[in-house]
Nanobody, 111 residues
Framework: QVQLVESGGGLVQPGGSLRLSCSAS????????MNWARQVPGKVLQWIST???????LYSNSVKGRFTISRDNAKNTLYLQMNSLNDDDTGVYYC?????RGQGTQVTVSS
C-alpha cells in the first residue's frame, strides 16, 4: 500500500528556509506525479506544488519563486525547498500521491 512519510518541518523565523522531505514506498515512485499541499486549521487543504514523472513542475501563485519541488527517484524521495518563509506559510505540509497523503509535518513561521 502507499506509504508517505514527511519530515523536515519545524519553527523558523520569517525570511528563513526549510527543506521538507517525503519518503515514499508501496508504489512505483519514479512513474508517479507527486504533490505537496498544506493545511491551516479551519481552512481547506491547499495545493502547493506538483512534480511530474518527467520532472515538470507547477507551483501555486502563493509560493512561486520561493519554493522548489524536486525528487530523487533513486531514493524514492520527494523534496520541497522553502525559502523566504512568511507567516502565511505556517501549516501542516503533506506529501500527496493522488488522494493519498502522509501524516504531515508542521511548519511554523514566527519571530
Amino acid at each position: 500500500q502507499v506509504q508517505l512519510v514527511e519530515s523536515g518541518g519545524g519553527l523558523v523565523q520569517p525570511g528563513g528556509s526549510l527543506r521538507l522531505s517525503c519518503s515514499a514506498s508501496g508504489f512505483d515512485f519514479s512513474t508517479s506525479s507527486m504533490n505537496w499541499a498544506r493545511q491551516v486549521p479551519g481552512k481547506v487543504l491547499q495545493w502547493i506544488s506538483t512534480i511530474g514523472s518527467d520532472g515538470t513542475t507547477l507551483y501555486s501563485n502563493s509560493v512561486k519563486g520561493r519554493f522548489t519541488i524536486s525528487r530523487d527517484n533513486a531514493k524514492n524521495t520527494l523534496y520541497l525547498q522553502m525559502n523566504s518563509l512568511n507567516d502565511d506559510d505556517t501549516g501542516v505540509y503533506y506529501c500527496r500521491k493522488g488522494g493519498e497523503r502522509g501524516q504531515g509535518t508542521q511548519v511554523t513561521v514566527s519571530s
